[in-house]
DNA sequence: TCTTGACCTGGAGCGCGCTCCAGATCCGAG
DNA sequence: CTCGGATCTGGAGCGCGCTCCAGGTCAAGA
């Protein structure tokens, strides 16, 4: 199986080298597979997961909210409350564009006024 | 004219009076009026600048960009940098919510499937 | 074999947005 | 007039999310 440097992880996802490790020892990524040498390898699986990982910081959500997304998706919980934390997390998301909506409002408010 | 206390605009706003002394320091707001004695006074007025600066806040945005904000609406700026600033702004905000659609699509998906 | 550059680890440093603190001052209630 | 709670100022401290650094290891090419 084809896998990615590093460098190359950090190219392809747009993260650098740094968050990437920064992440893993976070618990977000990985653990990632390592050579003989103690080189990371990272596989299309763990670009997927750092996918995952960079929306949901785009969208907001901190660290500590992604351990728990990390501990959903492993499924190290029962069902209903992995249902319950996605559903906390969804509502969030909503208020948060309830707030960019209130305020793309007062922006185009303004843009009418000085348009 | 009627005017309130740090605590009653703390309370009246939502804001911490630590933070809205914070926002008169970075020029986000006022300079707030003040009593013989040195004390703040917030008229009606400043209260709806607060109320704008939380909102933008909410919606985001960093210190810097509301610094800009500010000095856009006291027309410190001919009319045309002020409506590129205000686009450029609802623009960011508009993928802001993309951000936020991506990462909800996501959670959907999840739900529907843990569901 | 030697060089060179990518990568390793552990830990320090940084910018942001508050938040808290010390020590002084103000002022309304008693 | 006294007391105590609210407020003042300047500055330190903090949690977050990276970002950078030192000092060492690994490995591909000349």
Not at 70 to 95: N, S
Request: charged fraction near 30%; glycine fraction near 8%.
């Amino acid at each position: 199986m084809t896998t990615l440097t590093p460098a190359a992880a950090a190219d392809r996802t747009g993260v650098s080298i740094d968050t990437l490790r920064y992440y893993e020892r976070e618990g977000l990524i990985g653990p990632i597979r390592r050579t003989a040498g103690g080189r990371r390898e990272y596989t299309e699986d763990d670009l997927f997961w750092i996918g995952l990982v960079t929306c949901f910081r785009e969208a907001g959500l901190g660290i500590a909210d992604l351990r728990g997304f990390v501990a959903i998706l492993r499924a190290e919980h029962p069902p209903e409350d992995r249902v319950a934390f996605l559903l906390e997390r969804r509502t969030a998301l909503e208020k948060q564009v309830a707030a960019l909506r209130r305020a793309m409002n007062v922006l185009d408010e303004k843009i009418a006024y000085y348009s």
